[in-house]
């Protein structure tokens, strides 16, 4: 469930880069990211969301948020080695176990009436959150995320990007023309265009 897609990629005359990815990820990296401060970002937030809809990913062993890669415990912020099969189905089979406990808990608090910005949190855990990511500079993200030390799960995240940033050409914008990553089809044509005035 990591992606990473290109939503404008714009380049000034003078060559400077502009780019908006929309990413999808465990919300457990999502710290992470944040600590990444070149980075103008928005992201989804657990108290807009149903918690009916976050039970429903939590659930669901295809879609729940989990480890790309199971580690050894040692000393450090990286792990060691992967488990062996065995410990890592039995670890994955905690994991799954967690999720459906803490489904069961939401939806007991659900079922009291509680609010949703409060029954979600339980559930974030196993969730992934929806991040619009626009910067100039990704050349340091990049060489700390892809290094091999870096958590699995930011590493997956990195390298969708860095495929998608290697395989998009950037959109020449004129003086005057906004990257405007939100305006779609025929609309952004206009503007990219310039036929839009600089003041609205």
Do not use: C
């Not at 959150?129 to 990049?142: D, G, P, Q, S």
């Not at 892809?146 to 003086?175: F, T």
Request: hydrophobic residues 40%.
């Amino acid at each position: 469930m990591i992606s990473a897609e290109i939503v404008l990629d714009s380049v000034s005359p003078q060559g400077h880069r502009l780019t908006t990815f929309k990413l999808r990820y465990p919300k457990f990296i999502h710290g992470e990211l944040m600590t990444h401060r070149r980075f103008s970002r928005n992201a989804s937030s657990s108290r807009a969301v149903p918690v009916s809809k976050n039970i429903s990913e939590a659930s669901n062993v295809d879609l729940m948020a989990m480890p790309e890669f199971w580690g050894a415990e040692q000393r450090g912020m990286a792990s060691g080695e992967e488990l062996d099969q065995g410990r890592m189905l039995r670890a994955r089979a905690m994991w799954i176990r967690a999720a459906q406990d803490a489904t069961i808990s939401a939806t007991n608090l659900k079922n009291l009436g509680v609010h949703k910005s409060i029954v979600n949190r339980i559930l974030e855990p196993f969730l992934h959150i929806n991040v619009l990511v626009t910067a100039t500079e990704y050349m340091n993200f990049f060489g700390l995320r892809l290094a091999k030390d870096a958590q699995p799960e930011i590493r997956v995240l990195a390298e969708r990007m860095w495929a998608a940033y290697g395989d998009s050409e950037p959109l020449l914008l004129q003086p005057g023309v906004w990257h405007t990553p939100l305006i779609l089809g025929e609309e952004h044509q206009d503007h990219a265009e310039g036929d839009w005035p600089l003041e609205r």
